[in-house]
Nanobody, 117 residues
Framework: QVQLVESGGGLVQAGGSLRLTCTGS????????MGWFRQAPGKQRESVAV???????NYAASVKGRFTMSRDDAKKTAYLQMGSLKPEDTAVYYC???????????WGQGIQVTVSS
C-alpha cells in the first residue's frame, strides 16, 4: 500500500525558512508527478508546487521565487524549501504523488505550517 508521509512543518517567524519533506513507501516503481498543496482555514486546497518526472517544476504565483521544490527518486522523496515565509503561508501542507505503475494519485496526511508575524 502506497503511503506518503510529510515532515518538517512547525512554527516559524515571518521571514524565516522551513523545509518540508514527503517520503513515499509501498512502491518499488516510484512516482511520476509529485506536488505540494496547502489548505488554510476556511479556504480551498490550492496547488503550491508540482514537479514532473524529469524535474521540471511549476509554482503558484504566490510562492514563486520564495519556494523551491525538488525530488530524490532513489529515496522516493520530494522536498519543499520555503523561504521568506509570510503569515499568509500558514496552512496545512499536503504532499501528493502519482504512482508510476498504477497512475493513481496518493495523498499524505498533511502537516501544519504556521508563520507568525
Amino acid at each position: 500500500q502506497v503511503q506518503l508521509v510529510e515532515s518538517g512543518g512547525g512554527l516559524v517567524q515571518a521571514g524565516g525558512s522551513l523545509r518540508l519533506t514527503c517520503t513515499g513507501s509501498g512502491t518499488i516503481f516510484g512516482f511520476n508527478a509529485m506536488g505540494w498543496f496547502r489548505q488554510a482555514p476556511g479556504k480551498q486546497r490550492e496547488s503550491v508546487a508540482v514537479i514532473d518526472s524529469s524535474g521540471i517544476t511549476n509554482y503558484a504565483a504566490s510562492v514563486k521565487g520564495r519556494f523551491t521544490m525538488s525530488r530524490d527518486d532513489a529515496k522516493k522523496t520530494a522536498y519543499l524549501q520555503m523561504g521568506s515565509l509570510k503569515p499568509e503561508d500558514t496552512a496545512v501542507y499536503y504532499c501528493n504523488a502519482v504512482s508510476r505503475i498504477s497512475g493513481l494519485t496518493h495523498w499524505g496526511q498533511g502537516i501544519q505550517v504556521t508563520v507568525s508575524s
